[in-house]
């Protein structure tokens, strides 16, 4: 898997932007719970980490780890998640196997045969 370039870093940095524009987010519950601040440093540390870690913000008790798919391009299409009843110490371990499943999905599909240029189009 090819590290994104500047252009797909800005593609996605604008699409980040377009999601935070929205009148309403649910990242944290009920809209008026959103923290731009706490979801700006969780999106620096799953950059960093390659994996996102929900500890029960949705559901009380109910935990999430999930990781991207990504296109021949770099930029994502998709998310590999575990959902379970896990603590912080098990998400932590749990989220680098995820990461490594995002990665080889990214590479074996995502960058061989669903995403080529002109798929959804149909032109080969």
């Given at each position: 898997m090819k590290t994104p370039g500047l252009p797909v870093r800005l593609?996605?940095?604008?699409?980040?932007?377009?999601?935070?524009n929205k009148q309403e987010l649910f990242f944290y519950g009920k809209p008026e719970e959103f923290d731009k601040a706490r979801f700006m440093q969780e999106i620096a540390q799953c950059?960093?980490?390659g994996f996102a870690i929900e500890l029960g913000d949705m559901i009380p008790?109910?935990?999430?780890?999930?990781?991207?798919?990504?296109?021949?391009d770099g930029s994502p299409i998709g998310?590999?998640?575990?959902?379970?009843?896990?603590?912080?110490?098990?998400?932590?371990?749990?989220?680098?196997?995820?990461?490594?499943?995002?990665?080889?999905?990214?590479k074996e599909?995502?960058?061989?045969?669903y995403w080529k240029k002109g798929f959804s189009t149909g032109q080969q």
């Open positions: 593609r996605c940095q604008e699409q980040l932007e377009q999601l935070l950059r960093l980490d008790g109910m935990n999430a780890i999930a990781a991207p798919v990504l296109d021949q998310y590999i998640t575990v959902v379970g009843f896990f603590t912080r110490e098990h998400a932590l371990k749990i989220g680098p196997l995820a990461a490594e499943v995002g990665k080889t999905i990214s599909t995502g960058n061989k045969i």
